[in-house]
């Protein structure tokens, strides 16, 4: 089943369990939290996890920075994020953890906010397998680098490296490796000198340091661009492929509908073409630390530089952030914006676009 097909049924099951106890979705009474032990019905169990088990997985696993920061979050009291994994304590449940789809959404939605829907869409279509036993191998997970098992309905691996969203032409902050069956976590959690060249590209305004999505999508562009392993239109795709994804690229760009059908479209298109993956990863961080009201010279949104470092170095979440109200419409713009910038750095402005590059 393809990715668009998978998160249309099973959107579809969500709704119709909408209001009543779901099977596929993890319960708070359904999980024994004795460290590692499944479920009665030898499901995914709660596994206990310490502040510096947390760390490891945000540091190796868990290389997104908003989810990274998320899994770090240690008030397991209110249950804001557990960990989860299918194996007992014997089979070190650390290396194969996965998190629920029903929390990580309520995460995004707090507040009465939407950005819910697009975490749910990238769990479900780029987290879909993990490491398993290692002997079985499911179709949808077939080269998928060593994660051969698809997960139990209702969870998402939090392996990233390993896993279909990890693609070329990453950034290099959080993770390391040439090629795609060599990512990693990046030594220490964090490469710093990686994170200068997202840094350097800063502005000051009032007398602190802000990065701009077009700036962001100057970066996207270099990263991508100088990866020979990068797949993006006019480089390492056919001719054919190329039209094909430039043609769906503008459409997503002029045409982007619903965030639920945008984010599946994104997704399908990102194997493809890892500047628009690269586009909807850093459109979620400029989501999450866009600073209200606050406009650059040019009108851009922006985000606090410090706010940013602390996501990715420290996977801390911005101050305030119980309050904020994040908006799925808000992620499509910023991806979008993003995805402008980085082609306009690129210089690769092509009909049916019409893309407006203001030069400095």
């Excluded at 002997?135 to 490296?161: R, W």
């Excluded at 279909?164 to 090629?179: M, R, Y």
């Amino acid at each position: 089943m393809s990715s668009r097909r998978r998160v249309a049924a099973y959107l579809t099951v969500l709704a119709a369990c909408a209001g009543v106890a779901c099977a596929a979705q993890p319960a708070d009474d359904e999980t024994d939290v004795a460290k590692g032990n499944a479920t009665a019905n030898d499901g995914p169990g709660e596994i206990r996890v310490t502040t510096a088990d947390r760390d490891t997985i945000a540091r190796e696993k868990s290389t997104c920075p908003f989810i990274g920061a998320v899994v770090k979050l240690e008030n397991v009291a209110q249950r804001i994020f557990p960990i989860f994994s299918t194996r007992d304590a014997n089979g070190r449940p650390l290396e194969d953890p996965l998190g629920s789809i029903a929390k990580i959404r309520d995460f995004g939605n707090q507040n009465g906010g939407t950005l819910g829907i697009v975490l749910e869409t990238f769990a479900l279509t780029n987290h879909l397998c993990m490491h398993g036993d290692g002997q079985t191998i499911d179709k949808a997970c077939k080269d998928k680098q060593g994660l051969t098992a698809e997960v139990p309905k209702g969870y998402f691996s939090l392996d990233f490296p390993h896993s279909q969203g990890a693609h070329a032409g990453h950034s290099g902050i959080l993770i390391s490796g040439a090629t795609k069956n060599q990512f990693r976590g990046a030594d220490n959690g964090f490469d710093a000198g990686k994170f200068k060249g997202l840094s350097d590209r800063a502005e000051d305004i009032g007398g602190e340091l802000y990065l701009t999505r077009s700036a962001i999508g100057a970066y996207v562009w270099a990263n991508v661009s100088t990866d020979p392993q990068a797949k993006y239109i006019g480089h390492n795709l056919t001719e054919a492929v190329s039209a094909d994804i430039k043609a769906k690229v503008a459409a997503l760009v002029l045409n982007p509908g619903d965030p639920r059908d945008f984010a599946a479209r994104l997704v399908a298109i990102s194997e493809a073409d890892h500047i628009a993956g690269s586009a909807g990863e850093f459109g979620l961080l400029m989501t999450v630390l866009e600073v209200p009201g606050l406009r650059s010279d040019k009108g851009e949104p922006v985000v606090k530089l410090s706010d940013v470092r602390a996501m990715f170095e420290k996977k801390q979440l911005p101050a305030g952030w119980q309050d904020r109200k994040w908006s799925a419409v808000a992620w499509v713009g910023h991806t979008t914006g993003i995805l402008k910038g980085a082609e306009c750095a690129g210089g690769r402005i092509f009909d049916p676009l019409h893309l407006v590059c203001k030069k400095p």
